[in-house]
């Protein structure tokens, strides 16, 4: 009799430890997604992809990403809210919308604000960059890194822009930020906001002429078979955050912080190796599709049509952003 008691319990501490082991070996993963399309040449998904990629060899398959592109978890604000609030791990988003949380990450969206992509990188990996993260991470989203999407450039089916004058009667679908709406008006266009869900419909139906756009994005979103001229406006630069749950981050094991960061810091760098020479590429590209493309004439006019939009942001506060900005383009 105590010898079958003896191996019962035996038995029942080895299962015991086997489950054990078994529950100690289970990857942490975590669901991570963006708005846009899972193409090759989307830039959000090259940084999706990349941080995976990099996590999960830095941990040596501990920590497993799971990735939901097309909206599957959300759109842009729906996954900036639900990174901040836990119900969303982790997200690559538009900064123009991360600013409708953080409103100090509008500046980067202000009109022909950079010189080139060089200072683009001085300002996102300096100071600001860290400023700005900062001040997101106290509202419960820590930014990882700064994926790039280039310059935007409108797209329209009514006329070549080269001029602001040019912008007159044009309705533009922008995001719901406040900056793109105040650029559109500003240049003479009709801005109007729109989810991106709603935008291709709305142009085919004509309800609107055009959006804005980074060249790389318009043929994975394939805007050229719905639009026809392409304006190399380059008003402004598209960056795209890479953002995990600051509660869930302070939760991970001190080890699994560190794999996340370095892996953060390796898609980067991988993101935007990917994203370089692609404008060209997808510039060529469109153009034997048949799209239309423009050069602009100076931009120093379009500068100064724009100016009312520094000013309401110097007013709200933000010129020190701006002076920082500008600073480190010289």
């Known amino acids: 009799m105590r010898t079958r008691h003896f191996l019962q319990a035996a038995a029942l501490a080895l299962c015991c430890a086997a489950t054990g082991a078994a529950q100690a070996q289970q990857p942490t993963t975590l669901k991570l997604g963006w708005p ?3 193409g090759a040449t989307d830039p959000l998904a090259i940084g999706a992809r990349a941080f995976k ?13 799971q990735l939901y592109p097309n909206r599957q978890i959300g759109d842009d604000k729906q996954l900036v809210e639900g990174v901040r609030f836990g119900t969303v791990d982790a997200a690559v988003v538009t900064n123009a919308v991360t600013a409708q949380t953080e409103p100090a990450f509008g ?8 010189e080139n992509d060089a200072h683009v990188q001085r300002v996102l990996d300096g100071p600001v960059g860290a400023d700005l993260a900062k001040r997101l991470a106290a509202r419960g989203a820590v930014v990882l890194g ?40 500003a ?17 085919q139906q004509g ?21 026809k001229y392409l304006s190399l406006t380059q008003h402004t630069f598209t960056a795209y955050e890479l953002l995990i749950g600051k509660r869930l981050l302070d ?34 590209s469109l153009q034997k599709a048949g799209m239309q493309v423009n050069a602009i004439g ?17 007013k709200a506060g933000q010129g020190a952003l701006i002076d920082a900005v500008l600073a480190a383009g010289k």
Not at 211 to 224: R, T
Not at 299 to 310: E, I, L, T
């Open 298 to 314: 100076d931009v120093a006019n379009f500068r100064k049509a724009v100016a009312p939009v520094y000013d309401k942001a110097r």
């Open 251 to 284: 939760r991970l094991p001190a080890q699994q912080q560190a794999w996340v960061q370095a892996a953060a810091k390796e898609a980067v760098l991988e993101q935007r190796r990917a994203m370089a020479g692609q404008t060209p590429k997808a510039l060529e």
């Open 53 to 65: 990629q990099a996590l999960e060899k830095q941990s040596g398959g501990a920590m497993q990403v």
């Open 107 to 114: 500046v980067l969206e202000l009109p022909f604000l950079f």
């Open 187 to 203: 240049l003479g266009g009709a801005a109007v906001p729109m989810a991106w869900g709603e935008t291709i419909t709305a142009i």
């Open 146 to 185: 700064y994926f790039e999407g280039g310059f935007r450039s409108l797209i329209n089916n009514k006329r070549p822009v080269t001029q602001p004058a040019d912008m007159g009667g044009v309705k533009v679908r922008v995001m719901q930020n406040p900056v793109y709406i105040d650029l559109v008006n």
């Open 36 to 38: 846009t399309s899972d």
């Open 207 to 227: 309800t609107i002429d055009g959006l804005e756009l980074p060249v790389a994005l318009i043929e994975p979103l394939k805007v050229n078979e719905f639009a």
